[in-house]
C-alpha cells in the first residue's frame, strides 16, 4: 500500500513534549517528515533518532518538522530522549493505529516497521521508504532533506 501523490491520514498522538501533536496543525505552515521506528532504546533506533534530531537545524531551514513515531509510552520517550538527547518530538502510539493507517505496522510483533514519510505543506505525502526489515536504517537524514529540496 502506498500513499505517495495521497493526503497523509491525520492522527492526534501524545509527545515527550508534553503537549498531544496534530498532522494537519502543520498543514499550510511546514513540512513533515514522520519517522516511524519499532523501539525505543533498541541499538538502530538509538542511532537513527539522534541522527534525524542532530539534523534539526537543517531541517528547521527547510521549513520541516521532525516527528518520531512508535508504540513506546510518553514515559519511555522522555527517558530515551533524555538520555540520547534526541530533540525531536517524539510520538507514542501504543495502538499502532497511526502505524496502521500509515501501512508500517507489525502487529504480530507489536511494533511498527521502519519508515520514513515526507508530507508536503500541503498535506500531501511527496516521499515514502519503508525499510524491508525493521533492522534495516538505509534511509538518512541527507537522503531526506534532499526530497525536501525537490518540493
Not at 509527545?15 to 501533536?21: C, I, K, L
Not at 519499532?38 to 521532525?66: I, K, N, W
Not at 497511526?98 to 521502519?114: L, N
Request: charge should be negative.
Amino acid at each position: 500500500m502506498s500513499l505517495l501523490g495521497q493526503a497523509a491520514p491525520d492522527f492526534t498522538l501524545p509527545s515527550n513534549t508534553g503537549q498531544d501533536v496534530t498532522l494537519s496543525s502543520f498543514k499550510g505552515k511546514k513540512n513533515v517528515v514522520l519517522v516511524f521506528y519499532p523501539l525505543d532504546f533498541s541499538p538502530v533506533c538509538s542511532m537513527q533518532l539522534p541522527e534525524y534530531s542532530g539534523r534539526q537545524d537543517d531541517f528547521a531551514d527547510a521549513d520541516t518538522v521532525v516527528l518520531g513515531v512508535n508504540r513506546d509510552s510518553v514515559h519511555a520517550h522522555k527517558a530515551w530522549a533524555a538520555e540520547y538527547g534526541i530533540e525531536v518530538p517524539l510520538l507514542a502510539d501504543m495502538k499502532l493505529d497511526t502505524a496502521r493507517q500509515y501501512g508500517v505496522a507489525i502487529d504480530e510483533r507489536g511494533i511498527s516497521g521502519r519508515a520514513v514519510f515526507l508530507i508536503d505543506k500541503g498535506g500531501v505525502v511527496r516521499f515514502e521508504h519503508v525499510e524491508a526489515k525493521p533492522g534495516d536504517y538505509t534511509v538518512r537524514p541527507a537522503d531526506v532533506l534532499a526530497k525536501i529540496a525537490e518540493l
